[in-house]
């Protein structure tokens, strides 16, 4: 069973504060990596994808990739209260096969 | 990013009535579409993947039977859920694969059905 774990929270942050959140995978030749927000009761807004080992920024955002140990990681700096949402670590098996698997989600809040 | 359009965003009906869904892709051609459901206080899990032109691939355990796809244009998949029943209430979202610098999908907004 090809699975995507993460912690399901919630996980509280002081306003400002680096938020991170956590992603595993059990499929090692999995090569897509993504990230996914999802408010309550709307659907899920891409955030950021990953393709390379190493650190990929965009904004406040930081996606970490770690393909030996099998970790994904999403740094969220200088947290907003709009940040406060469900994310997603979702993988695909390999390029040209986009099947995307959904981890559970991990709830942020985030405290003014 | 690319805009992946659903309608209706909410309906409800009676046991046993059908339903569509329908998901545009408003700027973009997408060959491939997905069709997702997701249950309260749960991850998205995919149902099929719809190809333009041609059958449905199903995931395990999803009655092609009784949802339905069709994806008769690069714009356009629609999901049918026929002889709905209470266990059928759920959130539907379709995704649409854009192949830009690099592929991703983005989602729809997503459609609430509720079967009474």
């Known amino acids: 069973q090809k699975e995507v774990e993460q912690n399901s929270g919630p996980l509280s942050v002081p306003e400002g504060a680096i938020a991170s959140l956590n992603c595993t995978y059990s499929d090692r030749g999995s090569q897509s990596f993504f990230w996914y927000r999802q408010y309550s009761g709307k659907s899920p807004e891409l955030i950021m994808f990953i393709y390379s080992n190493g650190d990929k920024e965009d904004g406040r955002f930081t996606a970490q990739l770690n393909k030996a140990s099998q970790y994904v990681s999403l740094l969220i700096r200088d947290s907003q209260p709009s940040d406060s949402a469900t994310y997603l670590c979702a993988v695909t098996p390999g390029f040209g096969n986009e099947k995307l698997t959904f981890g559970t989600g991990t709830r942020l809040t985030i405290i003014p | 990013g690319a805009v992946v359009s659903q309608h209706p965003s909410w309906v409800i009906c009676k046991s046993g009535t059908s339903v569509k869904i329908e998901c545009r892709s408003l700027?973009?051609?997408?060959?491939?579409m997905f069709w997702y459901r997701q249950f309260p206080k749960q991850s998205l899990m995919l149902m099929a993947t719809s190809n333009e032109g041609s059958k449905a691939t199903y995931e395990q355990g999803v009655e092609k039977d009784k949802f339905l796809i069709n994806h008769a244009s690069l714009t356009l998949s629609t999901l049918t859920v026929t002889s709905a029943h209470p266990e059928d209430s759920s959130f539907y979202i379709c995704?649409?694969?854009?192949?830009?610098?690099?592929?991703?999908?983005?989602f729809g907004p997503g459609t609430r059905l509720l079967v009474l």
């Open positions: 995704s649409a694969r854009f192949w830009g610098a690099e592929e991703t999908q983005y």
């Open positions: 700027d973009f051609q997408a060959t491939t």
